[in-house]
């Protein structure tokens, strides 16, 4: 990706790049589905009746590259084993997929990200959960007819079930078209337009921008934020606010659950992911 000689979408380095990533998200996919398979349902008991279990078990969760973690979670809060707090908390540190393809390009600042997210959706957890009880807050607090599936134990069903079914037909054909997209964008974009320069000026606006499509509920739009960093095209607090404020898929299981609950969520996830992002960029990064 250093070479912009040519700017032709189907240039064969964008095409390799994207398959090398792609081939690294799989990867990793494979392993979080399993961790995920063998853990499912297992320690609810002993996070219940703890806010502090509650948020750093949320945070971890959310952490988790993908959309796994998110999942759970979303699952424990409608079970009532996660307060409203410890999901904002969640959301804060979960980038869905895009997470993957970030340790993939860098990480080192991938961990680094990660970190300060961590960080602030354990913080946002606290401040949520306070501001929730003060201005009393309603919401849901357990739904009864959702249960966890039982998991089935042979590998064949694991490979036809968890991995074609869940991670290559629906996950990562998409991150290799989005990925193939977006550093096709990037890799065209730098060559005709001054990409820094307009950065550069226009440092707010796209602190906004990131806020605004971290509402939509796909990670894709993030692969462009994810590139453009990898490129040195926008600064580490307009990535970081991207990645806070977006959260694949993860809070769509929660729309069948609660309009309210998830707007409510989604409102403090936002709020949080610019306030931090405006920090760090008044801090120079």
Not at 66 to 71: E, N, P, Q
Request: net charge neutral; glycine share 8%; with cysteine.
């Amino acid at each position: 990706m250093n070479d912009h000689g040519s700017g032709h979408i189907f240039d064969s380095e964008v095409l390799i790049h994207s398959l090398q990533i792609t081939a690294l998200v799989f990867v990793m996919m494979v392993i979080i589905d399993w961790v995920d398979v063998r853990t499912r349902g297992k320690f609810p008991r002993w996070i219940t009746h703890n806010r502090i279990n509650q948020y750093l078990i949320a945070t971890f969760l959310g952490l988790t590259p993908g959309c796994m973690g998110v999942y759970m979670n979303v699952s424990l809060y409608m079970h009532g084993y996660l307060s409203l707090g410890a999901m904002v908390g969640g959301m804060i540190a979960s980038s869905g997929e895009a997470s993957l393809v970030m340790f993939a390009q860098f990480p080192g600042k991938a961990i680094l990200l990660h970190g300060i997210m961590l960080a602030v959706g354990l913080v946002s957890s606290v401040i949520t959960d306070i501001l929730v009880s003060k201005f009393r807050i309603s919401h849901k607090v357990e739904c009864e007819s959702v249960i966890y599936h039982s998991d089935e134990k042979s590998l064949s069903h694991y490979l036809r079930e968890h991995i074609w079914h869940h991670i290559i037909k629906k996950h990562i054909w998409k991150i290799f078209i989005w990925t193939f997209l977006a550093i096709s964008l990037v890799h065209t974009g730098t060559q005709l337009w001054d990409i820094k320069s307009f950065v550069r000026e226009n440092p707010q606006l796209l602190l906004f921008l990131a806020v605004v499509i971290g509402i939509i509920p796909d990670v894709a739009p993030q692969f462009v934020f994810v590139f453009m960093f990898s490129e040195g095209l926008i600064p580490f607090s307009i990535l970081l606010t991207s990645s806070m404020a977006q959260n694949g898929h993860g809070l769509i299981p929660l729309f069948s659950y609660s309009v309210k609950d998830t707007v409510i969520i989604k409102t403090f996830n936002l709020i949080f992911a610019l306030l931090t992002g405006i920090i760090f960029m008044l801090l120079g990064y």
